[in-house]
C-alpha cells in the first residue's frame, strides 16, 4: 500500500502553539481522507512540527476511492409522481439537487402503510488529488490558529491568510507528486532543510524517505522525538556539570518548538547573584531567556545553566555560551538592583500606597480591601485555633510588595517576595510565610496553604473577592471570568475538605456580607454566592469520578458542614454496592412521594396501640433496634456504617408496603402510618437523600 506525505514549509510558527497546531493540521487531514474512503484499515497518520513546518505522513492511502452504491430516501410517492407515473416537478428539484437526472433509478419502498421514493445509484469514486485537495483545505479552515497573519503572494497583488507565510508546499503520493495546491502555491517535492546548517532547497524523494532526508539536512521533524532530546541533552550536561536541571514542563514544550535540531550548552554567571532570591534569578532565566537553571545535590541554586541552540558551533559552543553569559548578567544585575532597591523600604512602609492602586472600580482601593480582608482573615483565624493577630498582621502586609519594583517587574513573583522583605523586615516565620501562600492555591492541583495562619489569611482573601463581586452583581457568566470567581471558590472548598476544617459554609457566607455591606452599593448576594458553591461542588466532586445521581443525593440535604461532603459521598458509594440498596432507594422515593401529597403538617405522633398489622408492628420494632446505633454512628461522622444498618429495614419495609394501605380511610389510622413513615424517612435520609439514588 501507497503511503502519503504532506508539508506546508513556512516561516517561523509560534512556538507555544506549535505541537497543537501540527496535530490538528496533520489529524484532520488523515480523518478527511478517510471520510472520502481514501484510507485503507489501519492506516496511520505521523503528525510532524518545526519551527518552520507542518507536516503529517499517512500510511495506507489509496490512489483512487472505490465506487459506492447509496440509497437515499426521497418523498412520498403521491407527491414525486405525477398521474400518468412520471417525475413531478418536487421529484426533479431533488434529483438535481444530488447531482441526478431524470433517468436516475427510482424504488419505491412502503413505510407506515405509505409508499416513498428512494434514488438507488452508485456514487463514482474519486481520485486522490481531488480528496487531499478539499482534505488540506478543510484542515486549514479548523486550525486552532492564535492569530492570522495577511501576506502577499509573489504576483505582488493577492492577498492570502494563514498562521504564517508559506513558502512551499509538498505533496507526495510514494514518489509521485500529488497535483494540488494551497495559497497560491502548487505542490511540489521541494522544501528547505535547517536554516544554517544545511544546503538550503532539497528535493524530497519519496512520501517514505522524508524523515530521514529531513534529518539529513539536520531537521528533526518529530516534535516528540526533539522533546526527548532535549530532555537527554539537558540531564546529560547538567549531571556533567554536578547539578540537576529546572526542567518546567512549559519551558521544555517552547523550546522544543524553537528548534529544529537541539544542541545544548553550558555557561554561567557571577556568584555575587546567588544573594538574591533564587526565584528571582529562575524566573529571569526562565522567562527572559529561555535558560534552564541547575541546582546542585544539596538543592542550592549554582550559578550555572543550560541553553539550547540550535547549531553545531564549530568551537563547542563557546562563543555561544560566553554571549549568553553577557546577556544573562545584564538581566541578573537589574534583579539585584531591583532587590537591593527593596530592601530600603519595609512592607508596612508601602502599604499606604495602596491606596492608589484601585483594585474595583465598585469596591475601591487596595488598600480599602486589604482593611476587609484584615478583619474576615482575623475572625477566620479563631474559628482554625489559629492566631487572630498573626492572620491579621498578615493580611495587613499581604498586598504591600504590589508597590517593589521586583514585583513590578515580575508580577509572577508577588507573594513570594512578599515573604522574603517580610523576613528582612523581622516580621514573624507564620506572618512571613501566609504573605507568600495566601494565593495558594492558583491552579488546580497546586499545594495549599500550610500552615493555619495561611489557611485563615488565604480563605479570607478569596472570600473578600467572591463576597465583593457577587455583592455588586459581578458574576461570571459563560466563559467569561475575568476575576477567577470560579477558581477562587473551587480553592475555598479544596482548602476546607482537604485540611478538614470545620467551618460552615453559611459562617462563612455570613462573614463576608457583614464586613463587605459597609462598601456603597454592595447586596446581599449570600444565597447566590451559596448557590455558586454547591454548583462548583457539583463540578470539582463529578471530577473526582462520583456520578450525578450520588453527587445529587448529598447535596440535596443542603450540608453546611463542607468537610463532611466527601466521606457522605463515600458513603453514598458504599451503600450502592450492599444488595439491598436498590430496594431501600426505591422505597425512600416511594415514602417521599407520600409525604410530600400530605396536605398541612406531616404527622409524627405514632401510637403503637394503632397497629393494626404484622407489618406495621414489625417496621416500629425494626426501627426502634436500628435508630440509636445509626443516629450514634452519625454524630460520630461514621456514614458508612450507618446506612450499612439500614440493609436490615429491607425486608420489614417491603413487607409494609405488601401488605399496609397508607392512605387508610380512617384519619387516625392514616395519620399514624404517615407518622411511622416520617420517622423512617428521617432516619434513612440523614446522610443523603436516597431516593436521588433510585433506579
Request: charged share 25%; aromatic share 6%.
Amino acid at each position: 500500500m501507497t503511503n502519503l506525505l504532506v508539508e506546508l514549509q513556512t516561516e517561523e510558527l509560534p512556538p507555544k502553539a506549535l505541537d497543537t497546531l501540527s496535530k490538528a493540521f496533520g489529524n484532520e487531514i488523515a480523518k478527511s481522507l478517510a471520510a472520502q474512503h481514501l484510507t485503507e484499515a489501519g492506516s496511520v497518520a505521523t503528525c510532524y512540527g518545526t519551527p518552520r513546518r507542518l507536516a503529517v505522513h499517512i500510511t495506507n492511502v489509496l490512489g483512487h476511492s472505490a465506487d459506492e452504491p447509496f440509497s437515499k430516501k426521497l418523498m412520498p410517492k403521491a407527491i414525486g409522481l405525477d398521474a400518468e407515473g412520471k417525475p413531478a416537478a418536487p421529484l426533479l428539484k431533488k434529483l438535481q439537487a444530488l447531482g441526478l437526472g431524470a433517468d436516475a433509478k427510482l424504488v419505491t419502498k412502503t413505510e407506515g402503510g405509505k409508499d416513498f421514493l428512494y434514488v438507488e445509484d452508485t456514487k463514482p469514486g474519486i481520485p486522490l488529488a481531488e480528496g487531499l485537495q478539499a482534505a488540506i483545505e478543510d484542515s486549514a479552515k479548523k486550525l486552532p490558529i492564535p492569530r492570522v497573519m495577511s501576506y502577499q503572494l509573489p504576483d505582488g497583488e493577492t492577498t492570502v491568510e494563514f498562521v504564517r507565510p508559506v513558502r512551499y508546499l509538498t505533496a507526495l503520493y510514494g514518489e509521485d507528486v500529488v497535483p494540488v495546491s494551497f495559497l497560491g502555491l502548487k505542490a511540489g517535492r521541494v522544501t528547505r532543510g535547517h536554516r544554517f546548517m544545511s544546503a538550503g532547497e532539497m528535493t524530497i524523494d519519496s512520501a517514505d524517505s522524508y524523515a530521514e532526508q529531513l534529518k539529513n539536512a539536520c531537521v528533526m521533524v518529530s516534535y516528540a522525538d526533539r522533546r526527548a532530546l532535549i530532555c537527554q541533552l539537558l540531564n546529560d550536561k547538567a549531571a556533567e556539570l554536578g547539578g540537576t536541571a529546572i526542567m518546567p514542563e512549559a519551558l521544555l514544550d517552547e523550546v522544543t518548538a524553537l528548534t529544529e535540531w537541539p544542541v545544548v550548552y553550558a555557561s554561567e554567571f557571577e556568584k555575587e547573584y546567588l544573594s538574591v532570591p533564587e526565584e528571582c534569578l529562575i524566573l529571569t532565566m526562565q522567562l527572559n531567556q529561555k535558560y534552564f537553571p541547575l541546582r546542585d545535590a544539596s538543592g542550592r541554586l549554582m550559578n550555572k545553566f543550560l541553553l539550547v541552540s540550535q547549531l553545531v558551533a564549530a568551537d563547542g559552543g563557546k562563543e555561544i555560551s560566553a554571549g549568553n553569559a553577557r546577556v544573562v548578567r545584564a538581566r541578573l544585575a537589574d534583579a539585584k538592583f531591583f532587590y537591593e532597591t527593596d530592601l530600603k523600604e519595609t512592607l508596612e512602609s508601602r502599604v499606604p500606597g495602596l491606596k492608589n492602586a484601585v483594585y474595583h472600580a465598585k469596591l475601591g482601593s487596595q488598600f480599602e480591601r486589604t482593611d476587609r480582608v484584615r478583619a474576615m482573615a482575623g475572625l477566620i483565624a479563631i474559628g482554625l485555633h489559629a492566631s487572630p493577630e498573626d492572620a491579621a498582621r498578615a493580611a495587613y502586609l499581604a498586598k504591600a510588595d504590589l508597590r517593589t519594583l521586583m514585583v513590578g517587574e515580575f508580577p509572577e513573583l508577588q507573594g513570594i517576595m512578599g515573604q522574603y522583605y517580610a523576613q528582612h523586615d523581622g516580621e514573624k516565620a507564620d506572618v512571613a510565610l501566609a504573605i507568600r501562600e495566601h494565593y495558594q492555591p492558583r491552579f488546580a492541583g497546586d499545594a495549599l496553604p500550610s500552615t493555619p495562619v495561611s489557611l485563615a489569611l488565604a480563605i479570607a482573601d478569596k472570600l473578600e473577592t467572591l463576597t465583593g463581586l457577587f455583592g455588586i452583581g459581578q458574576m461570571p457568566t459563560g466563559e467569561k471570568d475575568p476575576y477567577a470567581v470560579r477558581r477562587h471558590a473551587i480553592s475555598i472548598l479544596r482548602m476546607v475538605i482537604e485540611k478538614n476544617l470545620s467551618v460552615k459554609l453559611s459562617d462563612l457566607l455570613n462573614l463576608g456580607f457583614e464586613i463587605e455591606r459597609h462598601v456603597e452599593g454592595v447586596k446581599d448576594a449570600r444565597k447566590e454566592l451559596r448557590d455558586f458553591f454547591f454548583d462548583r461542588m457539583r463540578v470539582m466532586f463529578k471530577d473526582q469520578g462520583y456520578t450525578a445521581q450520588e453527587i445529587d443525593a448529598v447535596l440535596s440535604l443542603d450540608p453546611d458542614q463542607l468537610n463532611e461532603i466527601p466521606a457522605r459521598l463515600a458513603a453514598v458509594r458504599a451503600f450502592e454496592k450492599l444488595p439491598e440498596s436498590e430496594a431501600l432507594a426505591a422505597a425512600n422515593k416511594r415514602i417521599s412521594n407520600i409525604l410530600k401529597k400530605i396536605e398541612g403538617e406531616v404527622p409524627t405522633k405514632i401510637d403503637p396501640a394503632l397497629f393494626e398489622s404484622d407489618a406495621e408492628k414489625a417496621l416500629s420494632s425494626a426501627i426502634d433496634q436500628v435508630e440509636p446505633a445509626a443516629l450514634a454512628d452519625f454524630e460520630a461522622g461514621h456514614y458508612e456504617e450507618m446506612l450499612s444498618r439500614l440493609s436490615t429495614l429491607k425486608a420489614p419495609v417491603d413487607e409494609f408496603f405488601d401488605k399496609v394501605m397508607v392512605n387508610a380511610d380512617d384519619p387516625a389510622l392514616r395519620a399514624n402510618r404517615q407518622a411511622l413513615l416520617a420517622r423512617l424517612h428521617h432516619l434513612m435520609n440523614q446522610v443523603a437523600e436516597l431516593a436521588k439514588i433510585a433506579q
